[in-house]
């Protein structure tokens, strides 16, 4: 596996900062910004819910109204630039071409914009200024590093939003950013987010954070509109549905046992004995097994069911139902991967059994990326 050969974190970045002051930036027109806006609303938002929907269109209309759009508040630009960059990184030809975006410079306009939203972050001196909006951007920021060539920047950027977040008192409950509710859950969507990036982080590296170093509760599974309703106060009333929060928790539930199997992992090598690890191994494939059991209806496998079962979905439901497929698939082969020094010694129905995983879900994975037939940018979540 490569994650055990290389460790890209620490290699050579490809990228190169692009943007130096704002005559470097290349500006969409509103058109433009509109479809990139509402393009990512659909398809990427839920992958950071760094921002709320309705207040982040608000404030991008008042931005383009305002006749100086450079000129704004620094931090908004950074959340701004990032989020368009990840929304154009998930486009495929044909809804860039609708955009009305060069397809040739593509590549280099997601560059651009992520290039963008550091400048600005740098010049509202981020770091001396803790501020939400900064950890927003960086919660969008760390998904594009990798994809543009920035694996340096990536896990500094990570830990120094987690280590924002907690000045902020993103770490706590009721979170203290903001006394308004809304914000209040957007602060624990964020604060969720760079939690699963840490602990689902390829390559793997020790936690810089503990499950005890925070207490921040779950997201409500509402949707954006509906954190502005009374639903707020009583979520349980809520009609079920499929919302795209489902997806957040889910990624919670497995990054969380992802952690606690390393750090369980670490404690037993420490002390040695096989049969505690082949323990471990067997409680936390049913771990895994439990939290997909209790996953949404709309969630679990539905590409082999009709179509017309597909329809009634939203159309970002098949999106994260593979993102998550694959996730858990390679969660439960990293997992069982951990035995595979006693294979090939031993005939025991354990080992077995975790050779049996590892080979199923490395196959089921192939099969899943070939089955699908979506553009390599689909698959970016995971």
């Given amino acids: 596996m490569l994650e055990t050969q290389t460790n890209l974190q620490h290699g050579k970045s490809a990228y190169h900062q692009k943007v130096w002051n704002r005559t470097d930036i290349r500006m969409p027109s509103k058109d433009c910004s509109d479809v990139l806006l509402h393009h990512g609303f659909t398809w990427t938002s839920w992958i950071h819910f760094a921002v709320h929907l309705q ?112 000045i902020l008192g993103m770490d706590q409950e009721p979170p203290m950013v903001s006394s308004d509710p809304v914000m209040q859950e957007i602060s624990r969507r964020v604060w969720w987010t ?79 004995g096989d049969n505690l690890l082949e323990d471990l191994v067997l409680t936390t494939d049913e771990a895994l097994a439990n939290i997909i059991s209790q996953l949404p209806s709309h969630l679990l496998e539905i590409s082999g069911r009709p179509g017309q079962d597909r329809e009634q979905y939203p159309p970002w439901v098949l999106w994260q139902q593979t993102t998550l497929s694959l996730s858990f698939l390679f969660c439960r082969m990293k997992v069982n991967r951990v035995l595979q020094h006693r294979w090939a010694s031993s005939s025991d129905v354990l080992l077995a059994r975790s050779k049996a995983i590892c080979l199923d879900s490395a196959n089921t994975i192939v099969s899943m990326v070939k089955q699908h037939k979506v553009v390599l940018a689909r698959h970016r979540p995971w």
Avoid at 57 to 73: I, K, P, R, T
Avoid at 221 to 246: G, Q
Wanted: charged share 20%; hydrophobic share 45%.
């Fill in 194 to 272: 760079l939690i699963i990036c840490e602990w689902l982080s390829i390559p793997a590296h020790p936690p810089c954070i503990h499950e005890a170093d925070f207490n921040v509760r779950l997201p409500l599974v509402l949707s954006d509109e509906e954190l502005t309703t009374e639903l707020i106060d009583k979520p349980n009333t809520a009609i079920k549905r499929p919302r795209p929060v489902n997806y957040h928790n889910a990624m919670i539930f497995l990054a969380q046992s992802n952690y606690r199997f390393r750090i369980q992992m670490s404690a037993i090598e420490s002390l040695g």
């Fill in 55 to 166: 207040t982040f269109e608000l404030e991008h209309e008042s931005a383009w109204m305002s006749g100086v759009f450079l000129d704004g508040d620094t931090l908004w630009l950074a959340v701004y630039f990032g989020f368009i960059a990840m929304s154009l990184m998930f486009m495929d030809e044909d809804e860039a071409r609708k955009a009305g975006l060069p397809l040739e410079n593509t590549p280099e306009l997601v560059q651009n914009w992520y290039s963008t939203a550091l400048f600005f972050l740098s010049e509202a001196d981020f770091m001396r200024n803790p501020d939400f909006k900064t950890v927003q951007a960086i919660a969008i920021i760390i998904g594009l590093a990798k994809n543009v060539g920035d694996f340096n920047l990536q896990p500094v950027l990570q830990v120094t939003g987690k280590r924002i977040g907690q």
